[in-house]
């Protein structure tokens, strides 16, 4: 069985918006070997999630885990994204698609969010 990971933003008007997720993307492939790492956005930003799916599928991944890119759970991820997620297994019911939590909501990334956060305030804090 291949597994394919999709990071799953929700996008922005500006291209460069995404730099940091493709950057994201970049390191995630470096430690994944021969695992397909997709980025797909919400809105603004191709491919979506459907077409990012569709283009795994296509690729032989039969187990898809989208991980959303998104700082907490909001609506977005407790309406949108399991209607879009229903659609997808409904499209192609032979893939197993997975969602985890909400990237932000990991404790490594709160750790580093309020690490990076003290170091830009510098010996304020000091």
């Known amino acids: 069985m291949t597994?394919?990971?999709?990071?799953?933003?929700?996008?922005?008007?500006?291209?460069?918006?995404?730099?940091?997720?493709?950057?994201?993307?970049?390191?995630?492939?470096?430690?994944?070997?021969?695992t397909p790492v997709e980025l797909a956005f919400l809105e603004f930003m191709a491919p979506n999630l459907a077409e990012c799916a569709a283009t795994l599928v296509a690729a032989g991944a039969a187990?898809?885990?989208?991980?959303?890119?998104?700082?907490?759970?909001?609506?977005?991820?407790?309406?949108?994204?399991?209607?879009?997620?229903?659609?997808?297994?409904?499209?192609?019911?032979?893939?197993?698609?997975?969602?985890?939590g909400a990237i932000g909501e990991e404790e490594i990334v709160i750790k580093a969010m309020a690490d990076a956060a003290l170091k830009l305030a510098g010996s304020e804090f000091a």
Do not use: C, K, Y
Not at 16 to 24: D, F, M, N, S, Y
């Open 3 to 34: 597994t394919a990971l999709i990071l799953f933003a929700h996008g922005a008007r500006d291209p460069e918006w995404a730099v940091p997720l493709r950057r994201v993307q970049a390191a995630i492939r470096q430690q994944a070997g021969s």
């Open 63 to 100: 187990n898809i885990l989208v991980v959303p890119m998104f700082i907490a759970q909001g609506g977005h991820l407790r309406r949108d994204v399991p209607e879009m997620l229903a659609q997808l297994r409904s499209t192609h019911p032979d893939v197993r698609f997975s969602l985890s």
